[in-house]
């Protein structure tokens, strides 16, 4: 029976040391039959983001050069984890994978979010392929699979949806279909349309392929190994003072997970809580650290407060020409084309007259909905602001923010408290929250 489903990001095989130590911790699970689900080396998503856009703005140079450092990337460590015969033909077998990214990158004709998915999704196919081999050859007893051919999604590019129907029925067969292995490797992140199509989850989405492949076999716990000892109340590269959250229920982490924390990817909780999954953050760093546990608390739990930011937001603010209500009728419009548009709302702010919205700045939405909106209401926005969240503030915070801010837009519920600043001055916050 596949006990638990482990998670491995970024970070947890950013360089030839990392996968070592991923192996020696594998060790400790040699009596168990799990699923690993792995994320992309180190920052690869995001040099094939660049990859994509060099060859899309015809920056042949940057492409190319972009191509070279991310084989050297990967062979460097295929280099320091295997013998060098072993090493050479596994790089064949990596440069096969490159020739056909190299080919993906560069057609340049298709619709931009599906020719994104298409191309960003060679990180995890090279991050498999090296750590297959690289674990078989520790003596473990694997397959890598495919995540494509179990995890089905519509054709969202880019946010896509799964298909929770065949998905289950897929995944519910990889016990049979390879009996009796002990560790089932996949990629985190890429799913695959029913077409045919290549599809990804959304950045920071294989959390959530482990929840999904955990939701369909019902397995009793996620755990996602991490460079950071567990649930933070912060983020320790903003802040300096953070503590550790032991457990928390998942609809926490989900109101964490929404605001911004950026721990866990948003959409992990929901089928875990659903199946009843516990969820585990821990340190691959320091396995021996107990984990943050994610589930239905037994009693009660205290909330600590706990602090996220969000850089590079868009605030806008839209008004009917006519000075018409922003009624019931109009909001319902404006979020048809919000949907449309796929402009995911961070914080929404209505009056009488107008409607706010902050949501991560991102070009190729913004233009369009300003295009679209022009002819009967009067928009305004602003760029390049920060959006602060607290949890569980307490009443000082929110005077001491209001005293020192240029707040844009403020929210306060008992629980939480946003605000909209052209400038957050973090290092005040940090003193603050230290000593609250
Ligand atoms: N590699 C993808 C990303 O960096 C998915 C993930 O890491 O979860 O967004
Ligand atoms: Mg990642």
């Known amino acids: 029976m596949i006990s638990k489903v482990f998670k491995f990001g970024g970070a947890s095989v950013k360089d ?3 996968v070592r130590n991923l192996a020696t911790i594998l060790k400790k699970f040699e009596n168990e039959q ?10 690869t998503t995001n040099e094939l983001e660049k990859l994509l856009k060099a060859a ?14 991310l084989k050297i990337f990967h062979h460097h460590i295929i280099y320091g984890l295997f013998e060098p015969e072993k090493a050479n033909n596994l790089v064949d077998d990596i440069n096969t994978l490159f020739l056909d990214l190299e080919n993906q990158v560069r057609r340049t004709d298709m619709p931009f979010d599906e020719h994104y998915d298409a191309t960003v999704s060679y990180g995890e196919l090279l991050s498999t392929r090296i750590l297959n081999a690289f674990l078989k ?35 519910k067969q990889i016990p049979s279909t390879y009996p009796d292995k002990q560790f089932y490797l996949t990629q ?10 290549t599809t990804t989850l959304g950045r920071e989405g ?17 755990w996602i190994w991490k460079d950071v000892p567990g649930l933070l109340n912060a983020d320790p590269k903003r802040f300096s003072n953070t503590l550790k959250i032991n457990e928390i229920s998942y609809a926490e982490a989900i109101e964490l997970a929404y605001y911004g924390a950026t721990i866990i990817h948003p959409k992990t909780i929901k089928p875990l809580q659903n199946a009843g999954i516990k969820l585990y953050v821990k340190s691959f760093l320091n396995p021996e650290i107990p984990p943050s546990r994610i589930g239905q608390p037994a009693g009660s739990i205290e909330n600590i407060p706990s602090y996220i930011v969000k850089e590079n937001q868009c605030l806008v603010s839209i008004s009917a020409r006519d000075y018409s209500f922003m009624g019931e009728r109009m909001l319902h419009e404006l979020f048809g084309l919000i949907d449309q548009l796929h402009i995911h709302v961070n914080l929404i702010q209505v009056s009488a007259l107008s409607l706010s919205l902050c949501f991560d700045e991102d070009r190729n939405k913004l233009k369009p909905l300003i295009e679209d909106l022009k002819q009967n209401f009067i928009v305004r926005y602003n760029e390049k602001l920060s959006l602060f969240t607290a949890r569980h503030y307490s009443p000082k915070l929110a005077e001491q923010l209001n005293e020192s801010h240029t707040i844009l837009l403020e929210q306060r519920s008992r629980s939480t408290l946003q605000v909209v600043v052209p400038e957050l001055r973090l290092w005040q916050i940090d003193e603050w929250i230290k000593k609250p």
């Open 206 to 222: 294989s959390d959530y392929t482990a929840a999904v492949f955990a939701a369909c076999l019902k397995t009793p716990e996620v």
């Open 34 to 43: 799990l699923i690993i689900v792995v994320s992309a080396m180190g920052k």
């Open 188 to 197: 985190g992140f890429i799913g695959r349309a029913a077409n045919g199509s």
């Open 16 to 18: 030839i040391e990392s």
């Open 56 to 69: 899309r703005t015809k920056d042949s140079e940057n492409l190319q050069a972009g191509l070279n450092q």
């Open 137 to 171: 050859e520790q003596g473990f007893d694997m397959v890598l699979i495919d995540a494509r051919n179990y995890i089905i999604t519509d054709l969202r590019f880019r946010f896509a949806g799964v298909d929770w129907n065949e998905t289950q029925i897929r995944v």
